[in-house]
């Protein structure tokens, strides 16, 4: 084969690049959905380097590859001819640092290539599906021939033979790359190979139509089989097999090990539902209440999920935060609905008591649930272009929308129904009429037990308020907490502790960090969690093949010219046509400072037609102009740093070095890798749902003001979601959590559900009048916080499930859900409440100028009372 093996794509006649460890990685970035990638993003933003080729450039190169691999993840493109090729690869590692023989290696490459597909009427081997190269032989990988080389070495006992690293130099002059193929490398002087701790070998199938794509899977799903098998018979060595569907398997086998831990997530939360609606009154108890707000929900949920369906729509993992989105959502919507109902009087008529429930509690929760819209339906938008944001965005939009629906209709009438219930004293559960506790004398106690309840009859007119008061939220709340967290020597210890908070949000907010590795988001104890690992471990000595575009002609003959281009590529381990025909030219003892046509000259028709340099002819552009002069209108040179390729930061860097040259330099070039687009996508488009939602919440916040009964509102509301979202990425980089996808989308949740419960407490508190903060900081907490507190509860034990589920993807989930209630709890209940009580507004009583009516009628009760001390309460109390 060809050196331009080395060049990282697969050319028209099926030539490899050497930096084949990332022809895998296509799949391993990004994971397929359907056609499309569930990273895809929708418009090629990222691809500076590609896009700014000139048009008769790209033409030419496409001419010449048939396909072309854009690596490292976030989406494949098909130039020309068949789809992008499948592939599959074992990383084979020695066991216990003992060197790989060649002789077990190949061994495990005949296995491979006789892996038959059975047809009808025929049997496919490797050899009928592979990639072919010039002389219709399958492609397989450089290391592949530099280990028959070393094997015929030994075989006839010639000792001139070593492999070196990380270029070879082959029997007939050519030099392969074999950095990305060699993994915990030993070198001798002179980069001479003394041992390799592994082998990495990857066969590429061909994916040109349906038939020949169906047989391309069952050969992958053989290949891994046949791996395993080799393994279990060959225990000294350690093997990873990976095909380009491992990820998409091992993407959706999260549903699958989640299953029974969500069947226990539903179970905790009907149970937290449940006794969080009841009390011991079992006829203002609401037990049936709790379970149908979670039915309410889950009818949403599946409304949604059919209409996504019906739309052409195809489930993912990601889809299993939507669930706990609406939990969080539509829970506090209904238990706030409870709680205005425990506000209306018992002696009014059903309808009147309902219609007091919509008034106090659905304003609220028609805005918080339009903020919802408004944040997930930008992030549902064109102006997303993550594919799975989009994607996420869009079922949670549809699922809230229903949810609010289903609320103002089934919830609503649930509530009614067991609003008569209550009127017509029948028992909470199982509907029966409540007999007085008169009849119940010479019951047994446990039936006395289930059937307490107080009457209207046996309440005063200052016991009625108080009916509810049983409830044990209510009673803890307003007995205890209120005036405990009101407490003047309490204050200090809180702000204290609000002050920790910020200190180590913004330590982790100085931390973070994007996450750039998906098998983040795939099932633990998977293959390609195996593979990954063994990846980073061996094979990230060298960073990826960087192209080194030089695209427009210039005056290559020119020795400043060749001194310059020299100069940028310094530093690098270069493969290029550009420093082997100048090493060419002084073997020759011909100056590198040649005329033009000369240069030109010796360039096709003598450098370009030695065996070991022909492969370089992909690599060049010429053109015949009128006088029939050939020029070097266009050319590449392929270059690897010597660095860790797990350090994002660290190619980042290079990247906007070579970019910053690019834009400076004398000669006009560009550098392209798909790493770095995927760097860049990933850069761009990763906090673009979070930017956009914010900019949304914020645009609403403030067009709202102009609408609600105090501007203040909006100001706090503000304050308080930056706060939680800064301690919330702040923590969650304290956790070990990066900045990807699904921390993204969590975080754009987190918005919203921060609005939802500090709106009404905050609201409640501002419009207050004639009373002071402190009593209006307990009037707020005892009116919504009991709906908070519930919410809160059944949040917290349907999370708790998520946490064992053995999956990277849940795992990151639970951690940012978990902190995004936590956060919103210290602040509901802690941070706010004391703050509130020292901070503006003011709560100044308001003297009103009392007319001469008032002043009429208190003389009269001065001339009728004698009691002066009377008169004074009286008046006070006016």
Request: aromatic share 12%; proline share 3%.
């Amino acid at each position: 084969m060809k050196q331009n093996k080395i060049r990282g794509f697969i050319t028209a006649t099926g030539q490899i690049d050497g930096d084949q460890m990332d022809k895998c990685r296509v799949e391993l970035e990004g994971v397929n959905w359907g056609q499309k990638t569930v990273l895809e993003e929708k418009v090629g933003t990222g691809e500076p380097g590609r896009l700014a080729l000139p048009s008769y450039l790209k033409g030419n190169f496409k001419g010449r590859r048939s396909y072309e691999v854009w690596l490292f993840g976030l989406f494949l493109v098909s130039l020309n001819g068949p789809q992008i090729p499948k592939c599959g690869r074992p990383t084979v590692q020695s066991h216990q640092g003992r060197s790989f023989e060649p002789v077990q290696k190949f061994k495990l490459h005949a296995a491979v290539t006789r892996i038959q597909v059975p047809r009808p009427g025929f049997n496919y081997t490797f050899a009928h599906i592979c990639i072919l190269n010039n002389d219709k032989t399958c492609i397989v990988d450089d290391i592949v021939h530099v280990l028959e080389e070393l094997k015929n070495a030994r075989a006839t006992n010639r000792t001139n033979f070593a492999i070196t690293y990380p270029i070879t130099h082959l029997k007939d002059g050519r030099a392969v790359y074999n950095g990305h193929q060699l993994g915990g490398v030993t070198v001798h002087s002179k980069d001479r190979v003394k041992s390799a701790e592994a082998v990495q070998l990857t066969y590429y199938l061909q994916s040109i139509n349906s038939l020949n794509d169906m047989v391309a899977e069952r050969w992958e799903s053989s290949f891994c089989d046949t791996v395993r098998l080799f393994q279990k018979s060959n225990s000294k060595v350690k093997m990873y097999p990976y095909t380009s569907s491992s990820l998409r398997e091992d993407f959706q086998k999260t549903s699958r090990v989640s299953e029974r831990y969500l069947v226990t997530s539903l179970i905790l939360v009907v149970t937290m539902a449940i006794l969080c609606c009841s009390m011991q009154d079992c006829v203002r108890s609401k037990p049936w209440l709790g379970l149908l707000g979670l039915v309410t929900i889950s009818l949403a949920t599946l409304t949604a999920a059919g209409i996504i369906n019906l739309t052409g729509g195809k489930y993912n993992s990601t889809f299993l935060g939507v669930p706990f989105i609406m939990l969080g959502h539509g829970l506090y919507g209904t238990f706030e609905m409870l709680s205005s109902w425990r506000k209306t009087r018992e002696d009014q008529h059903v309808k009147e008591r309902t219609a007091a429930v919509y008034a106090d509690s659905m304003l609220s929760f028609s805005l918080t649930t339009a903020m919802y819209l408004v944040t997930f339906g930008i992030g549902a938008s064109p102006f997303t272009n993550i594919e799975a944001a989009r994607i996420f965005c869009c079922n949670s939009c549809i699922a809230i929308f229903f949810n609010y629906l289903y609320v103002l209709s089934f919830y609503g009438s649930s509530l009614v129904f067991t609003g008569y219930i209550e009127n017509n004293y029948q028992h909470s559960i199982f509907c029966r009429k409540v007999p007085k506790p008169e009849a119940l004398q010479e019951k047994p106690a446990w039936y006395r037990f289930l059937l307490t309840a107080r009457f209207s009859e046996d309440t005063t007119d200052g016991e009625e308020a108080n009916t509810y008061e049983s409830h044990l939220l209510v009673c803890f709340l307003k007995r205890y907490y209120c005036d405990w967290i009101t407490n003047t020597y309490v204050k200090p210890f809180v702000v204290l502790f609000y002050l920790i908070y910020i200190s180590f949000a913004l330590m982790g907010y100085l931390q973070v960090s994007e996450g750039s590795d998906l098998s983040n988001i795939v099932a633990t104890a998977t293959q390609t969690i195996e593979y990954t690992t063994a990846q980073q471990k061996y094979f990230s000595n060298y960073s990826p093949v960087i192209g080194f575009y030089i695209y427009e002609s210039i005056e290559y003959w020119n020795t400043s010219v060749q001194e310059d281009v020299l100069e940028y590529t310094k530093g690098f381990v270069r493969i290029s046509w550009f420093e082997s025909y100048l090493n060419y030219l002084r073997k020759l003892n011909v100056t590198t400072g040649l005329p033009k046509k000369n240069f030109t000259d010796m360039l096709r028709n003598s450098f370009l037609k030695a065996p070991q340099f022909s492969h370089f002819q992909e690599d060049i552009i010429f053109s015949k102009k009128y006088n029939d002069e050939v020029d070097v209108v266009a050319s590449r040179m392929f270059l690897v740093a010597k660095t860790m390729e797990t350090n994002r930061e660290e190619l980042y860097d290079l990247l906007e070095t070579l970019r910053r040259l690019s834009v400076t330099s004398k000669v006009k070039f560009i550098v392209f890798n798909p790493s770095f687009v995927y760097m860049d996508r990933y850069a761009s488009s990763l906090g673009a749902p979070l930017h956009n939602s914010c900019i949304s919440a914020l645009f609403l916040l403030f067009f709202s003001a102009f609408l609600v009964a105090d501007s203040l509102i909006n100001v706090w509301l503000t304050l308080t979601v930056v706060s939680v979202e800064f301690g919330v990425i702040g923590f969650m980089t304290l956790w070990k959590v990066e900045l990807d996808c699904i921390s993204v989308l969590c975080l754009i949740y987190g918005i919203n559900y921060t609005i939802d419960n500090c709106a009404p407490l905050l609201s409640t508190f501002v419009l207050g009048k004639d009373f002071t903060r402190t009593k209006w900081v307990k009037n707020a907490l005892e009116v919504h916080g009991v709906a908070i507190l519930q919410s809160y509860l059944c949040y917290l034990v349907g999370l708790i499930p998520l946490a064992a589920v053995p999956s990277n993807l849940t795992c990151t989930l639970f951690r940012c859900l978990f902190l995004i209630a936590f956060v919103t709890f210290f602040h509901c209940f802690a941070i706010l409440p004391v703050i509130l009580t020292f901070l503006p507004p003011s709560k100044k009583k308001r003297k009103e100028k009392k007319n001469p009516e008032n002043r009429e009628e208190i003389e009269c009760v001065e001339m009728v009372d004698i009691d002066s001390t009377r008169v004074v309460d009286q008046i006070t109390t006016v």
